[in-house]
């Protein structure tokens, strides 16, 4: 590869040279000549290995960026909505981002014309026409960077111009999720319809999801071994669990399947019907509980919530209520799903009260002595609180010693500086005497 600056001659005849750069360079046996269209040397080299690159692509077969500039926007994004459901994403998720970027990407002739400047003007003409949030209209851009970045790395596109664009300041959410308490709970399942009960205990108990529910049959529910089985296909992190049943929750889901073989229903699915949200509130009403306070909103996703505060309230430890809510991370089990009232707060509290033992108190200690130090006669040594890093208590044959705290008696040679005084504190004082020293 050769960059260079062809020379010509002018009207005048004298020789001068072209102001851009161009690269000379052999792809099979075959010669090229191409302008890069610029007169920066740097940038020229970087568009002249560019250019060798799609050369050799082109050459080998393989799509390249002019072949994708070639397609029609339409039929690309239909292409990466089938590379989507190619990697497992759902139906749903596979719909939604293609209605997206077609929204976004309305009115763009080609993909070349696709800037960071058409981007910014495509998200406010979506966020403006839809009165979209910052929060949804943050999910357009990343739905955009996720296509782009899919031609980048399939070697199709160069670049992927999302990057440069800056998502939209999102604002402290309004929405709030509160989670039920263990009396509303049992309320909410003591009046519903059984089979609705049966759905929110499961739910309560388990933290499924709604689609995880509606999804679920009793192929995956093992009463025996007391346990339900989430497949990977209906997981939202695409991973099969399996989840422990609590035992009211096994009886419940028993006696269901009961009902449902007494009445002939064989759909094979354990709730045919998941409650509404209509319906919810219904229930909610009929329990004396109300659906939106000052503390938040209950929807039948704060039933997830509530078995995440369940398990706080349990104490659970963090790591293993995250593999139960199936987290990617615990800040989402602790942070988000968690609700832990202010009574909750009071209960942590009173169980860290000190008892009188327990209260610190400085104690000054004298120390003379012809070697710096004396036995423990008169002035026993308080034993140390655990943890402190002192010693268990006063042994005999132990002193003070100028600097250098607890040590054995010395009954050699000394090297201490004689009528040495220091000031020793004692930082515990316990609710028992030391050992005097011999």
Not at 103 to 115: I, T, V, Y
Not at 137 to 148: D, G, P, V
Not at 163 to 188: C, I, K, N, P, Y
Not at 275 to 285: F, H, I, V, Y
């Amino acid at each position: 590869m050769h960059i260079h600056q062809p020379s010509y001659r002018d009207k005048n005849g004298k020789r001068q040279k072209q102001r851009t750069w161009c690269v000379k360079f052999y792809v099979g046996g075959r010669c090229f000549r191409v302008s890069t269209g610029t007169r920066d040397k740097r940038a020229a080299e970087l568009k002249a290995r560019e250019l060798l690159r799609e050369a050799e692509l082109r050459a080998a077969g393989v799509e390249t960026h002019h072949a994708t500039t070639d397609i029609p926007l339409p039929a690309l994004i239909d292409e990466y909505g089938g590379e989507l459901a190619r990697r497992g994403r759902s139906a749903k998720h596979v719909s939604q981002t293609r209605e997206r970027l077609k929204r976004l990407l309305e009115g763009l002739p080609r993909l070349a014309d696709l800037d960071p400047s058409r981007i910014k003007t495509a998200l406010s003409r979506v966020a403006e026409r839809g009165a979209l949030s910052p929060r949804t209209t943050n999910y357009y851009r990343a739905a955009l960077h996720s296509f782009l970045g899919w031609l980048v790395r399939e070697g199709r596109w160069t670049t992927n111009p999302v990057q440069a664009v800056a998502r939209s300041a999102v604002a402290e959410s309004t929405f709030s999720r509160r989670a039920l308490t263990g009396e509303e709970l049992d309320r909410l399942l003591a009046g519903a319809p059984p089979d609705r009960a049966t759905c929110y205990r499961v739910a309560a108990t388990t933290g499924l999801r709604r689609g995880e529910l509606e999804a679920l049959s009793w192929g995956n529910v093992d009463l025996e071994a007391a346990t339900v089985t989430v497949r990977a296909a209906t997981a939202k992190n695409r991973r099969e669990a399996v989840l422990p049943l609590a035992p009211e929750t096994r009886d419940a889901l028993r006696a269901l399947r009961d009902r449902q073989k007494s009445a002939g229903k064989g759909s094979g699915l354990v709730f045919p019907r998941v409650p509404s949200k209509r319906e919810l509130l219904a229930d909610l009403a009929a329990a004396g509980i109300e659906g939106e306070t000052e503390a938040g909103l209950i929807d039948f996703h704060a039933l997830r919530a509530t078995f995440a505060t369940l398990l706080a309230r349990a104490g659970v430890p963090l790591a293993l209520a995250q593999r139960l809510m199936r987290h990617s991370t615990p800040v989402l089990t602790s942070n988000i799903y968690t609700r832990l009232e202010l009574h909750d707060a009071a209960g942590a509290v009173a169980r860290i009260a000190l008892s009188p033992e327990k209260i610190i108190v400085p104690t000054i200690v004298p120390v003379e002595g012809p070697d710096g130090a004396f036995s423990c006669t008169s002035w026993p040594l308080a034993r140390a609180r655990q943890g402190s890093g002192g010693v268990a208590a006063n042994a005999p044959g132990t002193t003070l010693a100028a600097g250098k705290g607890l040590l054995p008696t010395d009954t050699g040679e000394g090297t201490r500086t004689p009528d040495t005084r220091i000031m020793i504190p004692l930082l515990y004082q316990l609710s028992y005497p030391g050992e005097g020293c011999a």
